[in-house]
Protein backbone atom coordinates (compact mmCIF):
# COMPACT_ATOMS: atom_id res chain seq x y z
CA UNK A 1 0.00 0.00 0.00
CA UNK A 2 2.92 2.32 1.12
CA UNK A 3 4.56 1.97 -2.29
CA UNK A 4 1.55 2.49 -4.11
CA UNK A 5 0.66 5.60 -2.48
CA UNK A 6 4.56 6.62 -3.17
CA UNK A 7 3.97 6.18 -6.87
CA UNK A 8 0.58 8.10 -6.37
CA UNK A 9 2.42 10.65 -4.35
CA UNK A 10 5.24 11.14 -7.50
CA UNK A 11 2.78 10.65 -9.77
CA UNK A 12 1.05 13.82 -8.41
CA UNK A 13 4.59 15.84 -8.68
CA UNK A 14 4.71 14.84 -11.51
CA UNK A 15 1.26 16.19 -12.86
CA UNK A 16 1.69 19.53 -10.86
CA UNK A 17 5.01 20.07 -12.44
CA UNK A 18 3.67 18.89 -15.99
CA UNK A 19 0.35 21.03 -16.03
CA UNK A 20 1.45 23.70 -14.11
CA UNK A 21 0.11 24.71 -10.97
CA UNK A 22 -2.57 27.58 -12.28
CA UNK A 23 -4.62 24.38 -13.92
CA UNK A 24 -4.88 22.58 -10.47
CA UNK A 25 -5.52 25.60 -8.51
CA UNK A 26 -9.58 24.68 -8.71
CA UNK A 27 -9.21 21.08 -7.47
CA UNK A 28 -9.87 19.54 -4.05
CA UNK A 29 -6.73 18.05 -2.39
CA UNK A 30 -7.36 16.17 0.91
CA UNK A 31 -4.69 13.60 3.20
CA UNK A 32 -4.85 10.96 5.23
CA UNK A 33 -2.76 9.03 7.91
CA UNK A 34 -2.92 5.44 6.71
CA UNK A 35 -0.36 4.46 10.39
CA UNK A 36 -3.20 6.12 12.46
CA UNK A 37 -6.15 4.14 10.23
CA UNK A 38 -4.39 1.25 10.68
CA UNK A 39 -3.55 1.63 14.45
CA UNK A 40 -7.57 1.69 14.95
CA UNK A 41 -8.61 -1.12 12.93
CA UNK A 42 -8.14 -4.03 16.03
CA UNK A 43 -8.45 -6.58 12.52
CA UNK A 44 -4.80 -5.31 11.38
CA UNK A 45 -3.09 -5.19 14.95
CA UNK A 46 -4.81 -8.81 14.97
CA UNK A 47 -2.93 -9.64 11.80
CA UNK A 48 0.46 -7.74 13.12
CA UNK A 49 0.50 -10.01 16.23
CA UNK A 50 -0.20 -13.46 13.92
CA UNK A 51 2.94 -12.08 11.78
CA UNK A 52 5.11 -11.34 14.53
CA UNK A 53 4.12 -14.32 16.28
CA UNK A 54 4.79 -16.82 13.40
CA UNK A 55 8.02 -14.94 12.29
CA UNK A 56 9.27 -15.51 15.93
CA UNK A 57 8.53 -19.11 15.74
CA UNK A 58 10.21 -19.03 12.07
CA UNK A 59 13.26 -17.01 12.82
CA UNK A 60 13.90 -19.89 16.08
CA UNK A 61 13.32 -22.80 13.65
CA UNK A 62 16.66 -21.21 11.42
CA UNK A 63 18.59 -20.09 14.20
CA UNK A 64 18.55 -23.40 15.79
CA UNK A 65 19.79 -24.69 12.48
CA UNK A 66 22.04 -22.29 12.20
CA UNK A 67 23.12 -23.06 15.70
CA UNK A 68 23.59 -26.66 14.80
CA UNK A 69 26.10 -26.01 12.00
CA UNK A 70 28.02 -23.82 14.86
CA UNK A 71 27.94 -26.87 16.84
CA UNK A 72 28.82 -29.05 13.84
CA UNK A 73 32.05 -26.81 12.37
CA UNK A 74 33.16 -26.27 16.13
CA UNK A 75 33.37 -30.29 16.81
CA UNK A 76 34.76 -30.38 13.33
CA UNK A 77 37.97 -28.39 14.73
CA UNK A 78 38.38 -29.85 17.51
CA UNK A 79 38.65 -33.32 16.30
CA UNK A 80 39.84 -31.93 12.34
CA UNK A 81 43.86 -33.01 13.39
CA UNK A 82 43.02 -36.62 14.72
CA UNK A 83 40.68 -37.00 11.73
CA UNK A 84 41.83 -39.01 8.45
CA UNK A 85 41.48 -36.87 4.92
CA UNK A 86 38.22 -38.79 3.90
CA UNK A 87 36.43 -38.90 7.46
CA UNK A 88 37.37 -34.48 7.39
CA UNK A 89 35.89 -34.70 3.54
CA UNK A 90 33.08 -36.09 4.79
CA UNK A 91 32.48 -34.11 8.08
CA UNK A 92 33.03 -30.44 5.34
CA UNK A 93 30.06 -31.81 3.54
CA UNK A 94 27.81 -32.65 6.67
CA UNK A 95 28.41 -29.15 7.58
CA UNK A 96 28.18 -27.71 4.37
CA UNK A 97 24.57 -29.84 4.11
CA UNK A 98 23.40 -28.45 7.10
CA UNK A 99 24.05 -24.68 6.44
CA UNK A 100 22.75 -25.27 2.64
CA UNK A 101 18.95 -26.33 5.13
CA UNK A 102 19.43 -23.69 7.13
CA UNK A 103 19.75 -21.21 4.24
CA UNK A 104 16.85 -22.68 2.33
CA UNK A 105 14.65 -22.64 5.39
CA UNK A 106 15.45 -19.00 5.85
CA UNK A 107 14.56 -18.30 2.19
CA UNK A 108 11.30 -20.61 2.59
CA UNK A 109 10.05 -18.55 5.31
CA UNK A 110 11.78 -14.79 4.97
CA UNK A 111 12.44 -15.11 1.06
CA UNK A 112 10.89 -12.30 -1.40
CA UNK A 113 8.17 -15.18 -1.80
CA UNK A 114 8.04 -16.83 1.52
CA UNK A 115 5.36 -18.06 4.19
CA UNK A 116 5.68 -14.58 6.13
CA UNK A 117 5.47 -12.89 2.85
CA UNK A 118 1.88 -15.15 1.46
CA UNK A 119 1.10 -15.25 4.82
CA UNK A 120 1.22 -11.18 4.91
CA UNK A 121 -0.77 -11.01 1.75
CA UNK A 122 -2.89 -13.13 3.09
CA UNK A 123 -3.54 -11.11 6.10
CA UNK A 124 -3.03 -7.29 5.76
CA UNK A 125 -3.94 -7.35 1.66
CA UNK A 126 -7.69 -7.51 2.13
CA UNK A 127 -7.68 -4.41 5.30
CA UNK A 128 -5.33 -2.49 2.53
CA UNK A 129 -7.82 -2.97 -0.38
CA UNK A 130 -10.66 -2.13 2.14
CA UNK A 131 -9.11 1.37 3.10
CA UNK A 132 -8.18 1.96 -0.24
CA UNK A 133 -11.91 1.52 -1.27
CA UNK A 134 -12.99 3.55 1.79
CA UNK A 135 -10.97 6.50 0.16
CA UNK A 136 -12.13 6.26 -3.16
CA UNK A 137 -15.38 6.50 -2.26
CA UNK A 138 -14.71 9.59 -0.14
CA UNK A 139 -12.99 10.81 -2.97
CA UNK A 140 -15.40 10.51 -5.53
CA UNK A 141 -18.81 11.75 -3.07
CA UNK A 142 -16.25 14.87 -2.45
CA UNK A 143 -14.76 15.64 -5.49
CA UNK A 144 -11.60 15.24 -4.43
CA UNK A 145 -8.84 15.08 -7.50
CA UNK A 146 -6.41 14.45 -4.65
CA UNK A 147 -5.29 12.00 -1.49
CA UNK A 148 -1.94 12.10 -0.31
CA UNK A 149 -0.51 9.72 2.37
CA UNK A 150 1.08 11.88 5.89
CA UNK A 151 2.81 8.51 6.85
CA UNK A 152 4.06 7.20 3.25
CA UNK A 153 7.38 8.89 3.21
CA UNK A 154 6.38 12.13 1.01
CA UNK A 155 8.16 15.25 2.55
CA UNK A 156 4.77 17.43 4.20
CA UNK A 157 5.70 20.15 5.37
CA UNK A 158 2.68 21.93 6.68
CA UNK A 159 -0.84 19.50 6.39
CA UNK A 160 -4.03 21.70 7.75
CA UNK A 161 -5.68 19.44 9.86
CA UNK A 162 -9.22 20.49 8.13
CA UNK A 163 -7.95 18.72 5.31
CA UNK A 164 -7.30 15.30 7.02
CA UNK A 165 -9.97 12.71 6.01
CA UNK A 166 -8.30 9.34 8.22
CA UNK A 167 -11.29 9.58 10.54
CA UNK A 168 -13.50 9.52 7.70
CA UNK A 169 -11.82 6.94 5.80
CA UNK A 170 -12.16 4.88 9.44
CA UNK A 171 -15.74 5.59 9.88
CA UNK A 172 -15.87 4.69 5.72
CA UNK A 173 -14.50 1.39 6.43
CA UNK A 174 -16.20 0.67 9.69
CA UNK A 175 -19.06 -0.13 7.31
CA UNK A 176 -17.48 -3.44 6.02
CA UNK A 177 -15.45 -4.12 8.92
CA UNK A 178 -14.69 -3.29 12.72
CA UNK A 179 -12.67 0.02 13.34
CA UNK A 180 -11.99 1.68 16.78
CA UNK A 181 -14.89 3.85 18.07
CA UNK A 182 -14.10 8.05 16.99
CA UNK A 183 -13.91 8.65 20.68
CA UNK A 184 -11.63 5.63 21.63
CA UNK A 185 -8.91 6.14 18.69
CA UNK A 186 -5.24 6.15 19.30
CA UNK A 187 -3.20 9.31 17.61
Known amino acids: MKAFLRILAVATFILVSSTGFAQLQGQKFAYVDTEYILKNIPE ?66 FGSEGELFKKRNELVQPIQEKIYNAMQEIAETKNYA ?22 EVLDEVGTVMQTVRKEDRKQ
Open 146 to 167: FIFDKAAGATMLYANPRLDISD
Open 44 to 109: YNDAQEELNALSQKWEKEVKALYDKVEEMYKAYQTESVLLPQDLKKKREDEILKKEKEAKALQIKY
